[in-house]
C-alpha cells in the first residue's frame, strides 16, 4: 500500500485507501444501507475479514452521502413533500405534507441525542463480531416474527405521533453494529401494522436528517483538508454506493409487492451464525 505523511481522516497508518478497498467499501454499503441487514455491520466486517485497515470515517460518510443521493431521487415526490412542508405549516398538522415532516422530526430526535451519549461513553467498543454476531441474529429473528404476524391494514399518510415517536424510538437499537437501522424501524412499523412497502418507505425518508447531518460535517472537513487524494476516494466511493444503493432500493422495494422480507432474515441468521462461529469456536 502507499504511504501518505499527511494525516488521512482516520484511516490507521495514514494508507491512501487501494482502489479494490474503495469499490468493495462502496459497493456493500450501496447495497446494504437501506436492506434490513445492517450496512453499519458490513463495514465494520469486511476490513476485518479483507485484512485492510479500516476505511476511515469520512469515507464511511461519503458512501453513505451516496445512498442519500439514491433515496432521495428514488423517494423523490415524497422529498419534495417535506421541501415544501415548511411553507405550509400555517394550514396545521392536518395538512399530509406538514404532518410527514412532523413526524419525521419526532422520530429522529431520540436517537439524536443517544447518538450523542453513545459516542460520548461508549465509543467504538461495540464494533466487534461478537456483538454483530448476536445482534444480527436475533434481530433478525425479530424482524420474521413481526412480518410474519404482523398486520398490513395501515400506511405512511395514516400515521400518527405516537407511531412516529416508537419508531423513532427504535432507531437507538440501531446505534449497536448489527442491529440494522432499516431492518429495526421496519421491524416496529411492522409490529405497529403497516404494510411493507410502506414501512420501508418511511424507513428510508427517516435515514435523510441524519446522513444529512453527518455528511454536511464531515464534507466540510474533506473540503478543508486538502488531501487532493482523500477527495478524490471520497467521490468515487460516493458515486459508486448512489448506483448500488438505486439497484437495491428498486429491487427490494419491487421484491415487497408480493413477498416478505424472510430471504433478508434467511441472510442474517445465516451470518449471525457464521459470526458467532468465528468468534466462539
Given at each position: 500500500?502507499?504511504?501518505?505523511?499527511?494525516?488521512?481522516?482516520?484511516?490507521?497508518?495514514?494508507?491512501?485507501?487501494?482502489?479494490?478497498?474503495?469499490?468493495?467499501?462502496?459497493?456493500?454499503?450501496?447495497?446494504?444501507?437501506?436492506?434490513?441487514?445492517?450496512?453499519?455491520?458490513?463495514?465494520?466486517?469486511?476490513?476485518?475479514?479483507?485484512?485492510?485497515?479500516?476505511?476511515?470515517?469520512?469515507?464511511?460518510?461519503?458512501?453513505?452521502?451516496?445512498?442519500?443521493?439514491?433515496?432521495?431521487?428514488?423517494l423523490w415526490r415524497d422529498v419534495w413533500r417535506l421541501f415544501r412542508a415548511p411553507f405550509r405549516i400555517g394550514r396545521g398538522t392536518g395538512d399530509p405534507d406538514v404532518r410527514l415532516l412532523f413526524h419525521l422530526v419526532i422520530a429522529t430526535i431520540p436517537v439524536v441525542i443517544a447518538g450523542l451519549l453513545?459516542?460520548?461513553?461508549?465509543?467504538?467498543?461495540?464494533?466487534?463480531?461478537?456483538?454483530?454476531?448476536?445482534?444480527?441474529?436475533?434481530?433478525?429473528?425479530?424482524?420474521?416474527?413481526?412480518?410474519?404476524?404482523?398486520?398490513?391494514?395501515?400506511?405512511?399518510?395514516?400515521?400518527?405521533?405516537?407511531?412516529?415517536?416508537?419508531?423513532?424510538?427504535?432507531?437507538?437499537?440501531?446505534?449497536?453494529?448489527?442491529?440494522?437501522?432499516?431492518?429495526?424501524?421496519?421491524?416496529?412499523?411492522?409490529?405497529?401494522?403497516?404494510?411493507?412497502?410502506?414501512?420501508?418507505?418511511?424507513?428510508?425518508?427517516?435515514?435523510?436528517?441524519?446522513?444529512?447531518?453527518?455528511?454536511?460535517?464531515?464534507?466540510?472537513?474533506?473540503?478543508?483538508?486538502?488531501?487532493?487524494?482523500?477527495?478524490?476516494?471520497?467521490?468515487?466511493?460516493?458515486?459508486?454506493?448512489?448506483?448500488?444503493?438505486?439497484?437495491?432500493?428498486?429491487?427490494?422495494?419491487?421484491?415487497?409487492?408480493?413477498?416478505?422480507?424472510?430471504?433478508?432474515?434467511?441472510?442474517?441468521?445465516?451470518?449471525?451464525?457464521?459470526?458467532?462461529?468465528?468468534?466462539?469456536?
Amino acid at each position: 500500500k502507499q504511504e501518505c505523511m499527511t494525516e488521512s481522516y482516520g484511516v490507521p497508518g495514514g494508507y491512501i485507501l487501494e482502489l479494490i478497498q474503495l469499490v468493495t467499501i462502496a459497493i456493500v454499503q450501496g447495497v446494504t444501507e437501506f436492506l434490513p441487514i445492517s450496512s453499519s455491520g458490513h463495514l465494520v466486517l469486511v476490513p476485518i475479514f479483507a485484512g485492510w485497515p479500516d476505511q476511515g470515517l469520512l469515507i464511511d460518510v461519503a458512501v453513505h452521502v451516496g445512498t442519500l443521493g439514491a433515496v432521495t431521487v428514488y423517494l423523490w415526490r415524497d422529498v419534495w413533500r417535506l421541501f415544501r412542508a415548511p411553507f405550509r405549516i400555517g394550514r396545521g398538522t392536518g395538512d399530509p405534507d406538514v404532518r410527514l415532516l412532523f413526524h419525521l422530526v419526532i422520530a429522529t430526535i431520540p436517537v439524536v441525542i443517544a447518538g450523542l451519549l453513545v459516542h460520548k461513553f461508549v465509543g467504538n467498543s461495540l464494533r466487534t463480531i461478537p456483538v454483530i454476531g448476536w445482534t444480527t441474529l436475533i434481530f433478525g429473528l425479530v424482524l420474521y416474527a413481526t412480518d410474519r404476524f404482523g398486520a398490513q391494514f395501515r400506511r405512511m399518510d395514516d400515521m400518527e405521533a405516537g407511531a412516529a415517536l416508537w419508531i423513532g424510538l427504535s432507531q437507538i437499537l440501531a446505534l449497536i453494529p448489527g442491529t440494522s437501522r432499516s431492518g429495526i424501524t421496519v421491524t416496529v412499523a411492522r409490529l405497529l401494522g403497516y404494510d411493507r412497502r410502506e414501512a420501508a418507505r418511511f424507513s428510508m425518508l427517516l435515514s435523510i436528517p441524519t446522513i444529512i447531518a453527518a455528511g454536511g460535517l464531515a464534507g466540510k472537513d474533506l473540503l478543508e483538508s486538502g488531501d487532493s487524494m482523500l477527495q478524490y476516494d471520497a467521490v468515487i466511493a460516493l458515486c459508486l454506493s448512489f448506483v448500488m444503493a438505486l439497484i437495491a432500493i428498486i429491487a427490494m422495494m419491487g421484491w415487497l409487492r408480493h413477498a416478505t422480507f424472510t430471504p433478508f432474515v434467511i441472510y442474517r441468521i445465516g451470518l449471525g451464525l457464521f459470526l458467532l462461529a468465528v468468534a466462539y469456536l
